[in-house]
């Protein structure tokens, strides 16, 4: 089953771009799957920032979208993001996902186990 | 404020059935199909519903969904003290992923 494993720095500067990867393992970045980012700020719910497929078709969260920049890598296996301007709200855990089509439907069924991201200078 | 909309806690003895609804709109839930994930403290979430009612491989009987024009439900039945955990809604809006606020089971 494929595995998931975000990476990056977990402390970023207000103002700068926070960029963290995920490692596809097990599996192949250019299957069926979509690929998404999910974060989760302290004590708070989930919010989805975007996907990515492995054409370099992307979706993302309207909320977000003037920030965010997300692209693969096919020949590393891998997918990244980038929040630009970042500020202490984009404090969270952030989590990558795989979304898979099924019979009737998309839903994320692996994730990463996450990675704490805190802004502050 | 959650696109979509779930009581922030729910409580229940053990051996007892609890419900957790998520409440949408016609755009995403009365449109696509319903996904619930639970979130264990400190864990990452973990796919429990898809496709409005179908279970992943290993996850026991004793959960299960349904959805009914723009509102869904995750039914738990003999509730155990390893299910106290967050539970998410979620579904596809238009051209975005949409969440529940998430709802914090109990079990007393």
């Known amino acids: 089953q494929v595995q998931l494993q975000e990476s990056g720095p977990g402390l970023v500067k207000p103002s700068g771009t926070l960029s963290l990867t995920c490692a596809v393992s097990?599996?192949?970045?250019?299957?069926?799957?979509?690929w998404s980012w999910v974060r989760q700020p302290p004590g708070k719910g989930l919010e989805w920032i975007g996907e990515i497929y492995h054409s370099g078709s992307t979706n993302y969260n309207p909320s977000l979208k003037s920030r965010v920049t997300i692209s693969v890598d096919k020949s590393k296996n891998q997918f990244s993001l980038k929040l630009s301007s970042v500020t202490a709200a984009d404090t969270a855990v952030y989590y990558c996902a795989s979304v898979l089509l099924g019979a009737s439907g998309y839903y994320m069924d692996v994730w990463g186990k996450g990675t704490t991201v805190t802004v502050s200078s | 404020q959650s696109v979509l909309t779930q009581p922030p806690s729910a409580s229940g003895t053990p051996g007892q059935r609890v419900t957790i609804s998520c409440s949408g709109s016609?755009?995403?839930?009365?449109?696509?199909?319903v996904n619930w994930y639970q979130q264990l403290p400190g864990t990452a979430p973990k796919l429990l519903i898809y496709?409005?009612?179908q279970r992943p491989s290993g996850v026991p009987d004793r959960f299960s969904g349904s959805k009914s024009g723009t509102s869904a439900s995750l039914a738990i039945s003999g509730l155990q003290s390893e299910d106290e955990a967050d539970y998410y809604c979620a579904a596809w809006d238009d051209s975005f992923w949409v969440f529940g606020g998430g709802t914090k089971l109990t079990v007393l």
């Open positions: 496709s409005n009612n």
């Open positions: 097990g599996g192949s970045i250019s299957s069926s799957n979509w």
């Open positions: 016609s755009s995403n839930i009365g449109s696509n199909t």
